[in-house]
């Protein structure tokens, strides 16, 4: 699928956020992505969706960490760019019908790094069901703290975190989390695992149900490759497919 670059510009030393023009009609779900390919590089590059507009004329919000040549290549891109891009890949959030989804009021979502951007998406969603979601949302430095501010327009509460307390909250998501005991019915997480792993474990100490966003590596983006397989308690999970959202009950570590 064609998408074209409409803006794209740096939020930190290594993120950046580019605005696309195209099809985005595959795209169904908050926390879902999209393999972006690179000439001159063999396989896509995931990248998580961070919001869209659905249509056949939609826009499609991505950012993305440079980590790599491939993301270094694809951050000197200049608008008016064509990619080319696999859209609507992966099972994205569930906010309308799991039981414990439909009977929650007061999710909390929590975001980690480059696992801040589909939780942009995810809120949307959440208040357009008439949720009240708040936000915290995790880095090392304020130097890296980014999106903070699309968040708190939203009109929900943020707190960010930073582990060298150089804003926010000293340490990481998880003591922000503490203090909100008992104000949270619900939690939606997407970072890295060392992340996942503390607040799944808050989560189950607290016996609050919850659905976990995972990063992987990955070569297909849709579950043909079975490069990105994982275990969990009803079998194996393929990320990208099975993925990369799995419910807190699932989650073997």
Same mark, same amino acid.
């Given at each position: 699928?064609?998408?074209?670059i409409e803006?794209?510009?740096?939020l930190?030393?290594?993120?950046?956020?580019?605005?696309?023009?195209?099809?985005?009609?595959?795209?169904?779900?908050?926390?879902?992505?999209?393999?972006?390919? /690179?000439?001159?590089?063999?396989?896509?590059?995931?990248?998580?969706?961070?919001?869209?507009?659905?249509?056949?004329?939609?826009? /499609?919000?991505?950012?993305?960490?440079?980590?790599?040549?491939?993301? +270094?290549?694809?951050?000197?891109?200049?608008?008016?760019?064509?990619?080319d891009? !696999?859209?609507?890949?992966?099972?994205?959030? @569930?906010?309308?019908?799991?039981?414990?989804?439909?009977?929650?009021?007061? *999710?909390?979502?929590v975001?980690?790094?480059?696992?801040?951007?589909?939780?942009?998406?995810?809120?949307?969603?959440?208040?357009?069901?008439?949720?009240?979601?708040?936000?915290?949302?995790?880095?090392?430095?304020?130097?890296?703290?980014?999106?903070?501010?699309?968040? +708190?327009?939203?009109?929900?509460?943020?707190?960010?975190?930073?582990? @060298?307390?150089?804003?926010?909250?000293?340490?990481?998501?998880?003591?922000?989390?503490? *203090?909100?005991?008992?104000?949270?019915?619900?939690?939606?997480?997407?970072?890295?695992?060392?992340? /996942?792993?503390?607040?799944?474990? /808050?989560?189950?100490?607290? @016996?609050?149900?919850?659905?976990?966003?995972?990063?992987?590596?990955?070569?297909?983006?849709?579950?043909?490759?079975?490069?990105?397989?994982?275990?969990?308690?009803?079998?194996?999970?393929?990320?990208?497919?099975?993925?990369?959202?799995?419910?807190r009950?699932?989650? !073997?570590?």
């Amino acid at each position: 699928m064609r998408f074209v670059i409409e803006s794209h510009v740096r939020l930190t030393e290594s993120v950046y956020h580019m605005r696309l023009s195209g099809d985005t009609r595959a795209i169904t779900r908050a926390g879902q992505f999209v393999q972006v390919q /690179l000439p001159g590089f063999y396989l896509r590059r995931p990248i998580s969706v961070c919001d869209w507009r659905p249509g056949e004329d939609g826009t /499609l919000d991505l950012i993305y960490k440079v980590v790599g040549l491939g993301t +270094e290549a694809l951050s000197r891109y200049a608008p008016g760019t064509e990619l080319d891009l !696999l859209t609507g890949l992966g099972n994205g959030f @569930d906010v309308d019908r799991l039981d414990e989804v439909t009977a929650s009021q007061f *999710p909390l979502l929590v975001g980690g790094g480059v696992g801040t951007p589909p939780m942009y998406g995810l809120c949307k969603k959440l208040l357009a069901a008439c949720k009240k979601p708040r936000v915290i949302l995790g880095f090392n430095t304020a130097a890296e703290v980014f999106w903070q501010k699309e968040f +708190e327009a939203l009109g929900v509460p943020v707190t960010v975190t930073t582990a @060298d307390g150089t804003q926010g909250v000293r340490g990481f998501v998880t003591d922000a989390m503490a *203090p909100l005991e008992g104000k949270y019915d619900y939690v939606y997480a997407c970072g890295p695992e060392p992340m /996942l792993r503390a607040v799944h474990a /808050l989560c189950e100490k607290q @016996d609050i149900h919850g659905q976990f966003s995972f990063e992987e590596r990955m070569a297909c983006g849709f579950g043909v490759c079975m490069g990105c397989s994982c275990k969990a308690k009803y079998g194996s999970k393929r990320i990208c497919k099975d993925g990369p959202v799995l419910r807190r009950e699932e989650i !073997l570590w």
